[in-house]
T-cell receptor, first 111, second 116 residues
Framework: RKEVEQDPGPFNVPEGATVAFNCTYSNSASQSFFWYRQDCRKEPKLLMSVYSSGNEDGRFTAQLNRASQYISLLIRDSKLSDSATYLCVVTFLEYGNKLVFGAGTILRVKS | GAGVSQSPSNKVTEKGKDVELRCDPISGHTALYWYRQSLGQGLEFLIYFQGNSAPDKSGLPSDRFSAERTGGSVSTLTIQRTQQEDSAVYLC??????????????FGQGTRLTVV
């Protein structure tokens, strides 16, 4: 089983749609969770951290389910500019809180 | 600058030559990561440093690849006898995992390596 798994997509959605991505992780002792965004030919950048109680940032909502070992990202009212690859990131206590990146989920928002 | 700096930004080399890629992490960041990304593909983990030691080098694809980090700061990724399949963008990231639970990684802009 991969340490961090994501559906690669692509998710093709119309503008204004709501879309959700899930990510599963293998290490139950993981402490920190993030969603990153990577635009074409650019480096990944932090989109948002994921807190145990769930958190929201504008149109973006992140949730953590420790019992089932998955995190989710919900995007409401999708914009063309949301088109990117979304990377799930989890820390692993093995090797001193090393960050492990998922392979990413491609989102394409179309007009 | 305040961010992760990588050099060179672009490198074209002939097959069989050695190349060195440099990463200057954010000051004070103890963790440093090297990834590579081929066009249209996901991030491929290469190596992880914590300080000057590399507790996880499991992603290095062959013994032609090596990396070192000195003074807990700058890191160099060396590829010997480059092959065409080494062509990719090499990304470096740093973070400070010892300062709190939610510590993000910051990426440099990468080195685009082309082996001809």
């Amino acid at each position: 089983r991969k340490e961090v798994e994501q559906d690669p997509g692509p998710f093709n959605v119309p503008e204004g749609a709501t879309v959700a991505f899930n990510c599963t992780y293998s290490n139950s002792a993981s402490q920190s969770f993030f969603w990153y965004r990577q635009d074409c030919r650019k480096e990944p950048k932090l989109l948002m951290s994921v807190y145990s109680s769930g958190n929201e940032d504008g149109r973006f909502t992140a949730q953590l389910n420790r019992a089932s070992q998955y995190i989710s990202l919900l995007i409401r009212d999708s914009k063309l500019s949301d088109s990117a690859t979304y990377l799930c990131v989890v820390t692993f206590l093995e090797y001193g809180n090393k960050l492990v990146f998922g392979a990413g989920t491609i989102l394409r928002v179309k007009s | 600058g305040a961010g992760v700096s990588q050099s060179p930004s672009n490198k074209v080399t002939e097959k069989g030559k050695d190349v060195e890629l440099r990463c200057d992490p954010i000051s004070g960041h103890t963790a440093l990561y090297w990834y590579r990304q081929s066009l249209g593909q996901g991030l491929e983990f290469l190596i992880y440093f914590q300080g000057n030691s590399a507790p996880d080098k499991s992603g290095l694809p062959s013994d032609r690849f090596s990396a070192e980090r000195t003074g807990g700061s700058v890191s160099t990724l060396t590829i010997q006898r480059t092959q065409q399949e080494d062509s990719a963008v090499y990304l470096c990231a740093s973070s400070s995992p010892l300062t709190g639970a939610n510590t993000e990684a910051f990426f440099g802009q990468g080195t685009r390596l082309t082996v001809v």
